[in-house]
């Protein structure tokens, strides 16, 4: 299918809330939440999306976080992509394991990466982490705590043996300004 | 790559380990400050150049004319790179401006000791030797700067 041809399947086959894009490599649907399931639904039956590529979170800062889904037609060999738009205090979406079954590695992924719950999906266990981490490492606001521990070995200048008290008070990058390690 | 390497060797721009040309390298410390792991480690002085010597005169910041100030060079006295927390993004070899890091396809430097797997300045020049010669060029990629005519 060309992209013309998924638009026009789309804007006549699912509700008109979901927006729907041409981008480089093939579709981009933008998905109001509650249409997720429906769309990727559409996706695998009506546009002949039968391969599962990959899903996972995006953190969008002041606009919340997103989901994306990025699925593929082995014979058509077309793209769609997926994206919904989630509230950063509560996120939760529907689980597309019924779906997709592969989808359950990658939820639980961003279920511990960025806090998006997962309704209805099997097995909501952590996937990367240890047991106890606390906080989802891959939203913008984590503090890299790591970072504040250890001294960068970019801070002397060429030929410097020690770094100066004055540069050594510089927070490194994903540290906010004044954070202690508690 | 844990299991029989491939016949014919490992790929072409295998990325094994990161091997340092210390000759090459200027202590400009641009590695250290790109690598996103933190895992490149670099100490050093200054020490002045010979030949370069501050000329006399009783204040060196008014020194007599014709032999300027006192000329100062780096000396690299530690370079170590931590492939326990290396990533092999590759951005510390495309990062060098002097050509001192290199990639090596060599691979089998697993250890049993974590702290083993931070290799010092020896180590790193001793993959030097493993550094293959560069692969030549794509069909239909520009000609090397060094090909092109003259600018008239």
């Known amino acids: 299918m060309t992209p013309e041809e998924i638009i026009a399947a789309v804007t006549s086959g699912l509700p008109p809330a979901v927006r729907c894009e041409a981008d480089h490599h093939g579709v981009m649907l933008a998905v109001p939440a509650e249409h997720w399931l429906a769309a990727l639904m559409f996706a695998r039956e009506r546009l002949d999306c039968d391969f599962f590529d990959w899903l996972t979170g995006v953190d969008e800062a002041g606009e919340g976080l997103s989901v994306v889904a990025h699925v593929y037609s082995l014979a058509g060999r077309h793209h769609v992509l997926a994206r919904t738009l989630l509230s950063r205090s509560a996120p939760r979406l529907a689980s597309a394991t019924g779906i997709y079954r592969g989808a359950a590695w990658h939820e639980r992924e961003t279920h511990e990466m960025f806090g998006v719950e997962f309704d209805g999906h099997p097995h909501p266990a952590p996937l990367l982490l240890p047991g106890g981490f606390e906080g989802h490492p891959l939203r913008k606001d984590f503090v890299l705590a790591a970072r504040a521990a250890k001294e960068w070995p970019g801070a002397k200048e060429p030929g410097e043996r020690d770094v100066p008290r004055a540069r050594r008070r510089l927070p490194p990058p994903g540290v906010p300004e004044g954070w202690q390690p508690s | ?152």
């Open chain 2, 1 to 152: 790559m844990t299991g029989t390497t491939p016949a014919g060797g490992p790929p072409a721009r295998s990325r094994g380990v990161i091997a340092l040309l210390e000759e090459n390298c200027t202590v400009c410390m641009l590695c250290a400050r790109e690598c996103p792991d933190w895992c490149i480690y670099i100490e050093s002085h200054k020490e002045p150049v010979p030949g370069h010597e501050y000329g006399g005169g009783p204040d060196p910041a008014h020194a007599p004319a014709g032999r300027g100030r006192q000329r100062v060079r780096n000396v690299l006295d530690r370079f170590a790179i931590d492939f326990s927390l290396c990533m092999y993004c590759g951005i510390c070899v495309e990062a060098c401006p002097y050509d001192a890091l290199f990639w090596s396809p060599e691979f089998s430097y697993a250890e049993t000791d974590i702290t083993a797997l931070t290799h010092e300045q020896g180590r790193l020049r001793e993959w030097m030797w493993t550094v293959p010669p560069p692969p030549p060029h794509d069909e239909g990629s520009p000609p090397p700067l060094s090909q092109l005519p003259p600018v008239s």
